[in-house]
């Protein structure tokens, strides 16, 4: 016999934490809701707004979720992998992060009922995956196509992202430019279109640039501030003297030497000048330094010139004029110059800034926006990246569907009907999914101060006579046509918010330990209390 066997093993560190199966089921469930209520209060037209503050005293008013998410000083992991669901949700499509969150907050609230009953999460994960893989069809079945000639329901598209917002009294104006810009872009990439935001005017200031927006000036006073039909070299090169690599000396031991010395830099930079201006151009863009010699010589050549300019602007300035970048001053030539009708410094809310106007089929664009104070010019470039990711999406897909809650209707129904194919205890949880799926009408009912239970029913309703493209009207309170009434989104919101809340419900069921190391500073909280949820908070508030 073994006298030792009743000593106590210890495996984990002095003040180490665990908890364990349903303790932390349970613990990461409230965690996970905990995040989905608080921006739960945010969604749709009627969506209220938070305001953030940080440790510094600097203030953020929005009602965008994945702004709200990143904002707050969450600290316990289950309720990270929800925020990494709104910023997934974000990076994939642009919009729909707060639809994202409250689904999953919703699937895991409906898992917590099954795992009151013994249901195993094993089983439960087993049924969201079929549930999520039939509602993901349930969609594509209900979508309608879509194509870049459809201007009409790609500007509904633009002012549907935007309703809600604060920019929403000028969604119209907002909602043309976003079209015009994505549909100008190479490949619809709402990358090749630049944002700049400048604090001053109105929202209805805002302006889409054929071309581009640099956020520099002029090097040197004696160069033009405006050129006409301007030929625009790209160069990737300084035009200065290269540094030594090495530590070098030079001994100059009279006033002849230093001359000759000084003469030989100032024949190679005007040589360097030379070719620039050989090449005809009327405007220079440099990424690297210029020597204030060398600004002389092109300043008296009439060019304008700019230096240091971001590589990613250098290279939206390519797609936007059709130059192209030089590696070498020997390689610059006329065929590598690009165009703009007019080349400007203007002076925009006390800073110079140089505009690229009127390029010829332009695959780059800029969006200057304006706005009465930063707190507003900073909602209104949230509100138009929501809208140009979204466009963006619907034309990726070429599909798009309903919004006012009529998709989550549709799949709630399809599922419904979808679990009576299973005899097993994942119909259970199939029937949960498609529960979970209403929390979305009946959040957008509340939100609005509407009774969620009647408008619920009559969704329903309106849905069991085949009308799959009615939902709710926040602004009237009834069951319309939301096709209509010009209320629809991309498809791919939709698909990408129910894939990453159910991965999202099933890694985080499938967990049944929680174990923070002892050197962990967080304070153990009372039973059935997440830890970490203390940090839930909002930065600076208490």
Do not use: W
């Not at 879509?146 to 009409?152: A, C, F, L, Q, Y």
């Amino acid at each position: 016999m073994n006298q030792n066997s009743n000593q106590p093993i210890y495996v984990l560190p002095e003040g180490a934490f665990k908890s364990m199966n349903r303790g932390a089921q349970y613990a990461n469930i409230a965690a996970a809701k905990a995040v989905a209520d608080a921006v739960r209060t945010t969604l749709g037209p009627k969506g209220m707004d938070k305001m953030i503050v940080d440790s510094m005293g600097d203030i953020i008013i929005t009602n965008d979720g994945v702004t709200i998410l990143e904002e707050m000083q969450i600290e316990h992991p289950a309720a990270k992998m929800l925020v990494e669901v709104a910023k997934t949700q974000d990076e994939e499509v642009g919009d729909g992060t707060t639809t994202a969150a409250i689904i999953a907050g919703e699937l895991l609230k409906k898992a917590e009922g099954l795992l009151d009953q013994n249901i195993h999460s094993t089983v439960i994960t087993k049924g969201y995956k079929y549930a999520k893989i039939k509602a993901l069809e349930i969609l594509n079945d209900i979508s309608i196509d879509i194509n870049v000639g459809d201007k009409e329901n790609l500007t509904k598209i633009a002012i549907t992202a935007m309703t809600g917002k604060s920019s929403e009294k000028a969604s119209d104006h907002l909602a043309n430019i976003s079209v015009e810009a994505i549909t100008t872009v190479s490949d619809y990439d709402p990358e090749n279109i630049k944002i700049e935001k400048k604090q001053g005017g109105s929202i209805e200031d805002t302006e889409l640039i054929m071309g581009l927006i640099i956020d520099k000036e002029v090097v040197h006073p004696g160069m033009p501030k405006s050129v006409k039909d301007a030929k625009i070299a790209l160069i990737d090169i300084p035009l200065e003297m290269d540094k030594t690599e090495t530590e070098a000396r030079i001994q100059i031991t009279s006033p002849e030497q230093l001359q000759s010395f000084l003469d030989q830099e100032d024949k190679i930079l005007k040589g360097m000048v030379e070719k620039v201006a050989n090449s005809n151009c009327t405007v220079l863009f440099c990424q690297k330094g210029i020597d204030d010699m060398a600004q002389h010589y092109l300043a008296k050549k009439g060019i304008m010139v700019l230096r240091r300019v971001k590589k990613s602007d250098m290279e939206k300035l390519a797609r936007a004029t059709g130059g192209k970048i030089a590696m070498s001053l020997n390689d610059l030539s006329e065929s590598d110059l690009g165009f703009a009708g007019l080349v400007e410094e203007k002076k925009v809310a006390g800073e110079e800034m140089i505009f690229i106007r009127e390029c010829k089929d332009p695959k780059a664009v800029s969006i200057l926006i304006r706005g009465g104070t930063e707190h507003v010019v900073e909602e209104v470039e949230r509100a138009m990246q929501d809208a140009i990711r979204g466009i963006s999406s619907a034309l990726e897909i070429g599909k798009i569907v309903a919004g006012g809650g009529s998709p989550e209707e549709a799949v709630s129904k399809g599922l419904l009907k979808f679990a009576q194919s299973y005899s097993g205890r994942e119909q259970l949880a199939i029937v949960a999914f498609a529960e979970a799926m209403e929390i979305i009408p009946r959040t957008l009912a509340e939100n609005a101060g509407l009774d969620p239970i009647d408008m619920l029913v009559q969704l329903r309703s309106a849905h069991d006579e085949g009308k799959s493209t009615y939902g709710i009207d926040v602004y009237t309170g009834k069951i319309v046509d939301m096709l209509e009434k010009g209320v629809i989104e991309p498809l791919k919101i939709k698909t990408q918010a129910i894939k990453s809340a159910g991965e999202v419900a099933e890694m985080i069921l499938r967990i049944d330990d929680i174990i923070a190391g002892g050197s962990s500073k967080q304070p153990q909280m009372p039973q059935g209390m997440p830890p970490g949820m203390g940090g839930m908070g909002m930065p600076g508030m208490t």
